[in-house]
């Protein structure tokens, strides 16, 4: 089943409705009679979407979604709320609950569908998140504000206070209502809220692109802002941006096409500012938690190649990248060197100064280590004191000359000590050459490790070349 949805409504015969027209679209159903069994198996797991009645006894839709929210465990579980009548009042409650949708009786069951295949979507990004360690993430990065939040779409204020959020309303040509609502909305943003003309969304680049785009359907001709929907969605500078897009009353069949091109809401005129709104506000919410998400994971991926002292590539990636390097120099017929680093007396650095000093010396070297090279070279820290340096294109007596520069450049360097003169320490290499053979990147490393020993051994602060097997 491509996704378990829970369907929430104290009426026996609208359970069976809804059930119907979602089994036949081959989703999983579970049924719930109250909002507090609702909790209850939510909090179980395994829900995707709750499409849950707004009037029930003992607790509405909108009591029990403000409790959804405030659950870690359910806090990101897509809402969907159902009533019998098209009140305002009604619709402003349940969206400031929290909920991300709110459909009237009978449901139009291709909005339905539509909505629902669009939450799947957002949900799906979730686990995704979850199954790639985002969770485990968050507490690596508690020190930085908001990573170790719940992080679910929260409760609005019936009446929001301004929140943060930049807002562009693009319309036709002729639209009486984008100056009338850009002056509504603007006191409830603190960033700007302004109209922008089509031609100007698309030319824009990354750091002036709104957190969320309001687009008319319809611009100069039918379906153009679908249409600028889609191209904006497709762009790297406006492609994480939110969309909610605006509709004439009733058009259920666009609202879907909307939906599944990409609009994270859809909205239809004429609709009040504060509802217009709070659904700008739940989609900032949401756009917030995904960009997290994505951030979260870049520094998960930033983490699993560089090392946190010196900001090097750590030894997975410098083994992974002197392999790849290996596959290349077979492959075009080029040489690449390697040089094995090694900082002499480093434990007697630590025991005399005290590991801040160490850690220090390891963060300056690397430094000096990376201000020598070129762009094409890398260097690695593979070890406690140990470093790699890997530089394609390059012949032996080339690379035995950058060896000796980095040698030098860490002999005149100097680490400043609290109250007392500066530290100096040298450096050993190892320089040995990538040669056409299988095994070519671990057997060079083995090659570069008995010169750097050699070097250690013959007096330290010095280059070694390796010998031939």
Same mark, same amino acid.
């Given at each position: 089943?491509?996704?378990?949805?829970?369907?929430?409504?104290?009426?026996?015969?609208?359970?069976?409705?809804?059930?119907?027209?979602?089994?036949?679209?081959?989703?999983?159903?579970?049924?719930?009679?109250?909002?507090?069994?609702?909790?209850?198996?939510? *909090?179980?797991?395994?829900?995707?979407?709750?499409?849950?009645?707004?009037?029930?006894? *003992?607790?509405?839709?909108?009591?029990?979604? *403000?409790?959804?929210?405030?659950? +870690?465990?359910?806090?990101?579980? +897509?809402?969907?709320?159902?009533?019998?009548?098209?009140?305002?009042?009604?619709?402003?409650?349940?969206?400031?609950?929290?909920?991300?949708?709110?459909?009237?009786?009978?449901?139009?069951?291709?909005?339905?569908?539509?909505?629902?295949?669009?939450?799947?979507?957002?949900?799906?990004?979730?686990?995704?998140?979850?199954?790639? %360690?985002?969770?485990?993430?968050?507490?690596?990065?508690?020190?930085?504000?908001?990573?170790?939040?719940? /992080?679910?779409?929260?409760?609005?204020? +019936?009446?929001?206070?301004?929140?943060?959020?930049?807002?562009?309303?693009?319309?036709?040509?002729?639209?009486?209502?984008?100056?009338?609502? *850009?002056?509504?909305?603007?006191?409830?943003?603190?960033?700007?809220?302004?109209?922008?003309?089509?031609?100007?969304?698309?030319?824009?680049?990354?750091?002036?692109?709104?957190?969320?785009?309001?687009?008319?359907?319809?611009?100069?001709?039918?379906?153009?802002?679908?249409?600028?929907?889609?191209?904006?969605?497709?762009?790297?500078?406006?492609?994480?941006?939110?969309?909610?897009?605006?509709?004439?009353? %009733?058009?259920?069949?666009?609202?879907?096409?909307?939906?599944?091109?990409?609009?994270?809401?859809?909205?239809?005129? +004429?609709?009040?500012?504060?509802?217009?709104?709070?659904?700008?506000?739940?989609?900032?919410?949401?756009?917030?938690?995904?960009?997290?998400?994505?951030?979260?994971?870049?520094?998960?991926?930033?983490?699993?190649?560089?090392?946190?002292?010196?900001?090097?590539?750590?030894?997975?990636?410098?083994?992974?990248?002197?392999?790849?390097?290996?596959?290349?120099?077979?492959?075009?017929?080029?040489?690449? /060197?390697?040089?094995?680093?090694?900082?002499?007396?480093?434990?007697?650095?630590?025991?005399?100064?005290?590991?801040?000093? /160490?850690?220090?010396?390891?963060?300056?070297?690397?430094?000096?280590?990376?201000?020598?090279?070129?762009?094409?070279?890398?260097?690695?820290?593979?070890? %406690?004191?140990?470093?790699?340096?890997?530089?394609?294109?390059?012949?032996?007596?080339?690379?035995?000359?950058?060896?000796?520069?980095?040698?030098?450049?860490?002999?005149?360097?100097?680490?400043?000590?609290? /109250?007392?003169?500066?530290?100096?320490?040298?450096?050993?290499?190892?320089?040995?050459?990538?040669?056409?053979?299988?095994?070519?990147?671990?057997?060079?490393?083995?090659?570069?490790?008995?010169?750097?020993?050699?070097?250690?051994?013959?007096?330290?602060?010095?280059?070694?070349?390796?010998?031939?097997?």
């Amino acid at each position: 089943m491509p996704g378990r949805i829970l369907v929430v409504d104290d009426v026996a015969t609208n359970r069976i409705v809804m059930k119907v027209k979602l089994s036949a679209a081959r989703y999983d159903v579970v049924p719930a009679v109250s909002g507090a069994e609702a909790l209850e198996i939510a *909090r179980a797991g395994g829900i995707d979407i709750i499409i849950m009645d707004m009037m029930m006894p *003992r607790m509405t839709g909108a009591e029990a979604c *403000r409790l959804l929210r405030a659950d +870690p465990l359910t806090a990101t579980i +897509p809402v969907i709320l159902v009533t019998a009548s098209d009140d305002v009042e009604a619709r402003m409650q349940g969206l400031s609950a929290g909920a991300d949708d709110f459909l009237s009786k009978p449901v139009d069951e291709v909005a339905l569908l539509a909505r629902v295949r669009s939450l799947l979507r957002s949900r799906e990004e979730e686990r995704d998140y979850h199954a790639r %360690g985002g969770d485990m993430l968050e507490m690596a990065r508690t020190s930085i504000p908001g990573l170790s939040e719940a /992080g679910g779409q929260t409760g609005f204020q +019936p009446r929001p206070v301004p929140v943060d959020g930049r807002i562009a309303l693009i319309g036709a040509p002729e639209a009486k209502w984008l100056p009338v609502q *850009r002056d509504r909305l603007r006191p409830l943003f603190r960033e700007a809220v302004s109209i922008m003309g089509r031609d100007v969304a698309l030319a824009l680049s990354e750091d002036r692109v709104p957190d969320l785009f309001l687009i008319e359907a319809d611009l100069a001709a039918r379906n153009e802002g679908l249409r600028l929907m889609s191209e904006l969605r497709s762009r790297n500078a406006t492609r994480h941006a939110a969309f909610i897009v605006l509709l004439p009353q %009733g058009d259920s069949e666009r609202a879907a096409t909307a939906l599944d091109l990409g609009a994270a809401d859809v909205s239809y005129h +004429p609709f009040p500012v504060d509802e217009i709104a709070m659904r700008i506000r739940t989609q900032l919410a949401r756009k917030r938690r995904a960009d997290k998400m994505r951030d979260t994971l870049d520094t998960g991926f930033k983490m699993a190649m560089f090392d946190p002292l010196t900001g090097l590539h750590n030894r997975r990636y410098g083994l992974h990248h002197l392999d790849l390097v290996a596959t290349r120099c077979r492959a075009q017929g080029i040489r690449a /060197g390697v040089i094995a680093m090694d900082i002499d007396h480093f434990k007697q650095v630590n025991d005399t100064h005290g590991h801040p000093v /160490g850690d220090s010396v390891l963060a300056r070297v690397a430094q000096v280590l990376r201000d020598s090279l070129r762009s094409e070279d890398l260097v690695a820290r593979i070890g %406690g004191e140990e470093f790699l340096a890997i530089l394609p294109d390059a012949d032996l007596a080339q690379v035995r000359i950058v060896a000796e520069r980095l040698r030098s450049a860490v002999e005149t360097m100097q680490v400043p000590l609290p /109250g007392g003169a500066p530290l100096s320490v040298t450096l050993s290499l190892g320089v040995a050459m990538l040669e056409n053979r299988e095994n070519a990147g671990s057997e060079v490393l083995c090659r570069a490790d008995r010169a750097l020993y050699s070097a250690k051994d013959g007096g330290r602060n010095r280059v070694q070349l390796a010998t031939p097997d």
